[in-house]
């Protein structure tokens, strides 16, 4: 089976995946804006590590009302476009169609349920919800055309309303296929919050960090003041799962392992020099994503007990300089 997908969203993320699903087999249609005359008469251009490659005729549309209907809808624009949504999904969900959030943050996939089950999207109600965490460096550096620095994994998981771990069920799994043959790394998880703590704990300290430092990456390791900060921000993000673990999964073991902190940091230091995406948003002055980032994981982790006054300063300070930045 050809699955049919349609990517929101054809920045770095989901220009990036959705080139390699079509690049697979799989049959994509990608929502553009800016871009999309470009992307009509010349098709989107990956600039890879792993080999370069380009598309040169895409299905690109300028709205969703053009694009027929869908069985799986991957959501890659910034959550501060989620707005949007409730206008951009209900021209192509289907009885089967499947929603999957490649988006950054915690509480995605909670808020779509909700929207959902509120018919705030249309029929069908409670479509079924995927999440998943993108394990890349990547930029879009000009119209239709994404530049991969590195990494490029994907961890794919299902949302389920009670916050258990889902399992991986056969959709997934033929997903993750689709993914596979288009050359990106897959890894299922069967429990997409606890997956979901496991990337906060590098997005928080460096997108944050890089914002408030102005740095990139390797300056960010660089400076062992910096480092120390995002190792306590780990420490802080750790705790968090630990006690929300806890909250719906009493005496399950549902943690992430503190050896994790030292793994990252480590995987950081080597990685190619990288402008994070909430660096790039700030730099050019657009909405930082401060409430999926951490707000959410702000308020789950005091709602489970947790003491995070570090995250807790950085978002306020993050939220200062955003606004500051709106009325310049």
């Given at each position: 089976?050809?699955?049919?997908?349609?990517?929101?969203?054809?920045?770095?993320?989901?220009?990036?995946?959705?080139?390699?699903l079509q690049r697979g087999g799989?049959?994509?249609?990608?929502?553009?804006?800016?871009?999309?005359?470009?992307?009509?008469?010349?098709?989107?251009?990956?600039?890879?590590?792993?080999?370069?490659?380009?598309?040169?005729?895409?299905?690109?549309?300028?709205?969703?009302?053009?694009?027929?209907?869908?069985?799986?809808?991957?959501?890659?624009?910034?959550?501060?476009?989620?707005?949007?949504?409730?206008?951009?999904?209900?021209?192509?969900?289907?009885?089967?169609?499947?929603?999957?959030?490649?988006?950054?943050?915690?509480?995605?996939?909670?808020?779509?349920?909700?929207?959902?089950?509120?018919?705030?999207?249309?029929?069908?109600?409670?479509?079924?919800?995927?999440?998943?965490?993108?394990?890349?460096?990547?930029?879009?550096?000009?119209?239709?055309?994404?530049?991969?620095?590195?990494?490029?994994?994907?961890?794919?998981?299902?949302?389920?309303?009670?916050?258990?771990?889902a399992g991986v069920s056969p959709?997934?799994?033929?997903?993750?296929?689709?993914?596979?043959?288009?050359?990106?790394?897959?890894?299922?998880?069967?429990?997409?919050?606890?997956?979901?703590?496991?990337?906060?704990?590098?997005?928080?300290?460096?997108?944050?960090?890089?914002?408030?430092?102005?740095?990139?990456?390797?300056?960010?390791?660089?400076?062992?003041?910096?480092?120390?900060?995002?190792?306590?921000?780990?420490?802080?993000?750790?705790?968090?799962?630990?006690?929300?673990?806890?909250?719906?999964?009493?005496?399950?073991?549902?943690?992430?392992?503190?050896?994790?902190?030292?793994?990252?940091?480590?995987?950081?230091?080597?990685?190619?020099?990288?402008?994070?995406?909430?660096?790039?948003?700030?730099?050019?002055?657009?909405?930082?994503?401060?409430?999926?980032?951490?707000?959410?994981?702000?308020?789950?982790?005091?709602?489970?007990?947790?003491?995070?006054?570090?995250?807790?300063?950085?978002?306020?300070?993050?939220?200062?300089?955003?606004?500051?930045?709106?009325?310049?």
């Amino acid at each position: 089976m050809v699955r049919r997908y349609a990517i929101l969203g054809t920045g770095a993320i989901g220009g990036y995946y959705g080139a390699c699903l079509q690049r697979g087999g799989a049959e994509v249609h990608f929502l553009l804006h800016s871009d999309y005359d470009h992307v009509v008469n010349h098709g989107l251009v990956i600039e890879s590590v792993t080999g370069d490659f380009a598309l040169p005729k895409v299905y690109a549309h300028r709205h969703t009302n053009t694009m027929p209907p869908i069985d799986v809808v991957i959501i890659a624009l910034k959550t501060t476009q989620n707005a949007l949504l409730p206008q951009l999904l209900p021209p192509i969900l289907g009885p089967e169609t499947a929603l999957l959030t490649l988006q950054n943050g915690f509480g995605i996939e909670a808020e779509l349920a909700d929207w959902a089950s509120h018919d705030q999207l249309a029929r069908p109600q409670n479509p079924t919800i995927l999440g998943g965490l993108c394990m890349i460096c990547a930029n879009k550096v000009s119209p239709g055309t994404i530049r991969h620095l590195d990494y490029g994994s994907v961890l794919l998981g299902q949302h389920r309303a009670d916050h258990q771990p889902a399992g991986v069920s056969p959709l997934l799994r033929a997903i993750g296929q689709d993914f596979q043959a288009g050359q990106v790394t897959v890894e299922m998880v069967d429990d997409l919050r606890l997956a979901r703590w496991r990337k906060l704990m590098w997005n928080i300290p460096f997108n944050g960090l890089s914002v408030v430092m102005n740095a990139t990456t390797a300056e960010m390791m660089a400076d062992p003041s910096i480092r120390q900060l995002a190792e306590q921000l780990m420490v802080e993000v750790l705790e968090a799962a630990q006690c929300d673990g806890d909250r719906f999964s009493p005496g399950q073991g549902r943690h992430l392992p503190p050896e994790l902190i030292v793994h990252m940091l480590t995987h950081t230091e080597h990685m190619a020099p990288y402008r994070t995406s909430m660096k790039i948003d700030f730099d050019q002055g657009r909405p930082l994503e401060l409430e999926a980032i951490y707000g959410n994981p702000l308020r789950a982790a005091q709602a489970a007990g947790a003491a995070v006054p570090t995250i807790e300063s950085l978002y306020h300070q993050l939220k200062a300089m955003d606004s500051a930045s709106k009325h310049q």
